[in-house]
């Protein structure tokens, strides 16, 4: 077995907080969605459900029980890992090492944001689009059960019956994720001629959308060969306040210089070493009946 050489413990904060900014541009869910600081050993959230009216009492009148639930959820962080293989001059260059950084970065940062989307939205593994032990129990595929079967030519009515769902739950709708098929089918809707959302057209990707949050995403019809995996076209429902997502704020930083680390061949004799970055994320969903979704 190789040893491994560590160069630094984490990535500096700056480029730390860089890296989640560009996240949140690329990931959808954390477009729409509230972020905040997960604990590395996770932590766990209280909702409440079934929480009825107010009541009204009388001088000297007995206070009725309340009708409320309280379900807990627990948010535990899962590890995602990025590496790449750089030439050895990266040892051996000091001056070149934080363009690598800068670079590596910029990657980790897409890679992780598609693998938030990807996890969290399906269930799957974005590495190889397997299913997750946590399919069934910590995705959008996997725990929402509010659907509308997708027509491209009524997409925007598909859309309203999805959102006419959750309104029935007593939810808000305050966000929208569409694949880049639905934001298609959305430009191609015309009305005698004039098409009804320009703001889709010619692969726009509009922020908002009738006063909600909007992102269209190739990871939102992401599909897995596993069961239970769905080709998702559009979903709505309250991101602000029934998803949560965050990380642990150390991201460590790991410089290997021996060893075949990932199964491309013996570093030293192809001259490089890997760079290897790891994030801490967790996310939840917390009440699956404030989400619909428009699936295929």
């Known amino acids: ?34 972020q905040k600081p997960i604990p590395f050993n996770g932590e766990t959230v209280f909702t ?49 090492k934080l363009p690598y950084l800068q670079s590596f970065a910029e990657a980790f940062a897409r890679v992780i ?20 032990s946590f399919q069934s129990t910590n995705s959008f595929d996997g725990l929402v059960t509010n659907t509308v079967t997708y027509a491209a030519a009524n997409v925007d009515a598909n859309i309203d019956a999805a959102v006419q769902m959750v309104l029935a739950d007593d ?29 889709f057209r010619f692969g726009q990707n509009p922020s908002a959308f009738y006063g909600m949050a909007s992102d269209v995403n190739g990871t939102v019809n992401v599909t897995g060969a596993a069961s239970g995996s769905q080709t998702d076209h559009a979903i709505v ?39 290897r970055a790891e994030a801490f994320i967790g996310w939840g969903i917390l009440n699956a009946d404030s989400f619909a979704i428009v699936k295929a």
């Open 48 to 96: 409440f459900s079934g929480v009825g009216e107010a009541s009204i009492v009388g001088e000297g009148a007995s206070k009725p029980a309340g009708a409320a639930t309280i379900e807990p959820k627990v948010i535990r962080p899962l590890k995602f890992v990025y590496q790449h293989r750089v030439s050895n001059e990266f040892i051996y260059n000091a001056e070149s």
């Open 1 to 34: 077995m190789g040893t491994r050489t560590a160069a630094g413990n984490n990535f500096p904060t700056e480029l730390a907080n860089e890296m989640f900014l560009a996240v949140q541009g690329h990931s959808t869910l954390a477009k729409l969605s509230a």
């Open 113 to 132: 944001a598609r693998g938030l989307d990807i996890a969290a939205i399906h269930g799957i593994n974005p590495a190889d689009l397997a299913a997750a």
């Open 171 to 199: 939810a808000v709708v305050n966000g929208i994720a569409l694949s880049p098929v639905a934001g298609a089918a959305m430009a191609a809707i015309k009305v005698n001629g004039v098409p009804q959302y320009p703001e």
């Open 237 to 275: 429902g309250d991101f602000q306040n029934a998803f949560r997502w965050g990380y642990a704020k150390n991201i460590p930083l790991e410089v290997i210089e021996y060893g075949d680390p990932d199964g491309l061949g013996d570093l030293k004799r192809t001259n490089e070493v890997v760079l």
